[in-house]
């Protein structure tokens, strides 16, 4: 019984049958495409508002690529200590921005706060120059930030002259969870740059980059060649983020995922290490009782962020109701 990552479930249908019905006949490449035509439209509907969308095939292109576009070798880029910028794409955005330093700040249960970044950026290297901010939603944690705490961090960011970018990889659980526009934590927050996903909540390698200031591509498109990620065949991905957003697949996707999620919170209260506000879980379990699990069948990540003994657990938008009953079963057992 698979909550290791999200990553490990399928595409849903709906997302297939986009990629069938882009499968017939010929299409212009490199982006020409009739799907590739209207994603600036139908992302700028979602959004509600005026934007530039390009899809990329991964999380880490559309992070390092965006926050390379904005930043330069000699400036640096803030983000959580836990942030998957930070610790888990090998140093991109400082390879492809040619050597910005990433600064990692803290903040409880993965959310940076206002009075965080303000000491980062009064202890920063006088040497190097603040450029830009970089929060996730939701954060590495599982929780999400409310658009207030958006707005504030966001409002000192552009004050000291930063810009800011939005790692929203798990983006639709935040907006399932909170119930809002997707343009009320985004681009009215003040977000000048996102990372769209779309492939942990259903979709098949379809990711997306969201200029809401146009005058901020700047080289973007030179960038996405040079990184590898202007496909030959964009529709199959354009095709892909188009049904994902137009069909609201992503709405009840993550409404499911978070769903299942919250009953094994209940389930498993005692052990929570943080709130549970999409679709994860980390429970300070110990050795004996992650063993317990596994030995019962069940595969999750050894985390151990916040203490030995945590582990993660991702609920999929597919996970079968009768892992989730068994999980919760199992949780109570202990």
Known sequence: MFFYSDNTASACPEILAAIAAANEGFARSYGEDAWSARLNEVFGTFFGADLRA??????TAANALSL??????????FAHEQAHVFRDESGAPEFF?????????????????????DMALRMSAASLQPALLSITQGTEFGTVYRPAEIQALCALAHERGLEVHMDGARLANALAF???????????????VLS?????????????????????VLD????????????????????????????????????????????????AAEYLSHPVESNQ????LGATRKQALRDAGFEFCDWEA???????????????????????????AL
């Not at 390009?54 to 999380?59: L, N």
């Not at 098949?204 to 901020?216: C, G, P, S």
């Not at 879980?281 to 300070?284: D, E, I, K």
Request: proline share 5%.
């Open 54 to 59: 390009f899809p990329v095939i991964t999380g």
């Open 68 to 77: 390379a576009t904005l930043a330069s070798p000699y400036t640096m880029i």
């Open 97 to 117: 921005s040619g050597g910005a330093r990433l600064v990692p700040v803290p903040g409880e249960h993965g959310r940076i706060t206002v009075k965080a970044l």
């Open 178 to 192: 909170l119930g809002c526009h997707p343009g009320d934590v985004t681009w009215r927050a003040g977000v000048d």
């Open 196 to 216: 769209f996903g779309a492939t942990k909540n259903g979709a098949l390698a379809a990711e997306a980059v969201v200029f809401f200031d146009r005058n901020l």
């Open 220 to 267: 973007f498109d030179l960038r996405r060649i040079r990184g590898g990620h202007l496909l030959s065949k964009s529709r199959y991905v354009s095709a892909q983020l188009l049904a994902y957003v137009e069909s609201s697949v992503w709405r009840r996707n993550a409404q499911r995922a978070n769903a299942g999620a919250a009953r094994l919170a209940e389930r």
């Open 281 to 284: 879980l980390f429970l300070r």
């Open 306 to 332: 916040s203490g030995p003994g945590e582990a993660r657990f991702v609920v999929s938008w597919n996970q079968p109701e009768s892992d989730i009953d068994a999980l919760g079963a199992a949780l109570s």
